[in-house]
């Protein structure tokens, strides 16, 4: 069955960076678009990023836009997303999911990133 696993979520002063991986199972990882997807404390879902099979074409929300990077490997089926100069409104538990005809169908646990000082 399809298991996507995160890790990498910590705590972190404003400014500071993580990695965030998912490791993904159960599904070819190779075929399919990956998204991650976050939601902060009190908030609904907000997409975050996604990336194509081949990894040649990613997007991101405004919000995140020139401080976080999706990538993968897909020869070690896992999904990353860097995140450099982090802010307080970055706090959320962050999610990978992968997607089933432009929409996640399959989710993750989550990560939870707390930005603080």
């Known amino acids: 069955q399809v298991q996507l696993v995160e890790s990498g979520g910590g705590l972190v002063q404003p400014g500071g960076s993580l990695r965030l991986s998912c490791a993904a199972s159960?599904?070819?990882?190779?075929?399919?678009?990956m998204y991650w997807v976050r939601q902060a404390p009190g908030k609904g879902l907000e997409w975050v990023s996604n990336?194509?099979?081949?990894?040649?074409?990613?997007y991101y929300a405004d919000s995140v836009k020139g401080r976080f990077t999706i990538s993968r490997d897909n020869a070690k089926n896992t999904l990353f997303l860097q995140m450099n100069s982090l802010k307080s409104e970055d706090t959320a538990v962050y999610y990978c999911?992968?997607?089933?005809?432009?929409?996640?169908?399959?989710w993750g646990q989550g990560t939870q990133v707390t930005v603080s000082s």
């Open positions: 999911a992968k997607d089933h005809y432009s929409a996640p169908d399959y």
């Open positions: 159960g599904f070819t990882f190779s075929s399919y678009w």
């Open positions: 990336i194509n099979p081949g990894g040649g074409s990613t």
